[in-house]
């Protein structure tokens, strides 16, 4: 049976037996299989998750894992990652491949070879420059930083990833998210007047060669859609119509959000503080809608709120359904292939060395 006919089966189904199925398979295929989650998976997936985690506790996982067969409930890069690290005897799956990053396709291997070459014609970029990438991005990428002395990081390891980077060398290029580099880096105590964008749709990036010699941060313009969906004005009023309420936003909001949030973090960050918080205190949360709405199940007696009025999911998360998951374990059980992520043995070598620099300080 193909994959096609295989899912156009699934959705004729009725939803509980598809949750029965996969309560089956699961328990057939043991430790044979181990299930990856997302923070930001739809709840009928995420209860089926082995280990939940955001992208660092989640590439980790991935790392120490024996099972042979890993289903990565979460998008594209994060399998990517997962297979990187993994033997080449591991099998990572992507349950619906279409599920991809918006921001991770802001960057790509040539538009960031092309900004290395412009750079060379102004200062030498080999001495002068480490490339960080947001794991959030293709594995040619991660490939890219691990030639050129560079490095992963991911939302909750950016600021120790980022001193790493000023250790090596004088000046850092940063994508694919701008927001990220740059709250990290004024949380730092980098001046603003030492970072600039680099636009890839413009010569030198926007900039002038002055520019480019006095800065010490390079901000690719790439960007979440979600999280710009947050703006300053909703934490005021929110501010204004629940005294004492906490603004908690995840990095890749912009710098006005993160500047007037009471807290900033990974989704594992955001949920540990939360927990942590006494009964009864109050917030507005600025990630992703499943993330904010579990949030509210698991904590009753902690009153939260969505920071934006309008909805922001991440739709490439929501693509993976309790179907595509029910026929990636089905493929398994019956032995045939089913969207596999391999990365190009010509990438994995330099990507992994990126990765293992970013584990290795954390
Ligand atoms: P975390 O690593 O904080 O889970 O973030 C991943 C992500 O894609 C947020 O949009
Ligand atoms: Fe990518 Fe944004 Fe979705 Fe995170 S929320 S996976 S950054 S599109």
Partial sequence: MTTNTLLRQLYDTTEQDILAQIHELKASLGDRVLILGHHYQREEVFAFADATGDSLKLAQTAASTQAPFIIFCGV????????????????????????????????DDSQVRQCWQELAGVIDPDTTVTPVTYI???????????????????????????QWGWQQREKILFFPDQHLGENTALRMGIDEAEMIIWDPFRPLGGNT????????????????????????EHAETMRRNHAGIQIVAHPECSREVCETADFVGSTEAIIRHVKAAPAGSKFAIATELNLVNRLRLQFPDKPIWFLSPTICMCSTMFRTDPQHLCASLQAIAEGKGYHQITVPDAQKGWAKVSLERMLQLA
């Fill in 136 to 162: 959030n991005s293709t594995a040619a990428l991660k490939a890219f930083c691990g030639e050129h002395g560079g490095i992963v990081c991911t939302s909750s390891n950016a600021q120790k990833v980022m």
């Fill in 209 to 232: 060669p002055e520019a480019i010699r006095q800065a010490r941060l390079i901000l690719w313009k790439g960007f979440c859609s979600v999280h710009q969906l947050f703006k300053a």
């Fill in 76 to 107: 594209h890069f994060m399998a990517e990652t997962a297979d990187i690290l993994t033997a080449d005897d591991q099998v990572v799956i992507l349950p619906d491949p279409a599920a991809g990053c918006s921001m991770a396709d802001m960057a």
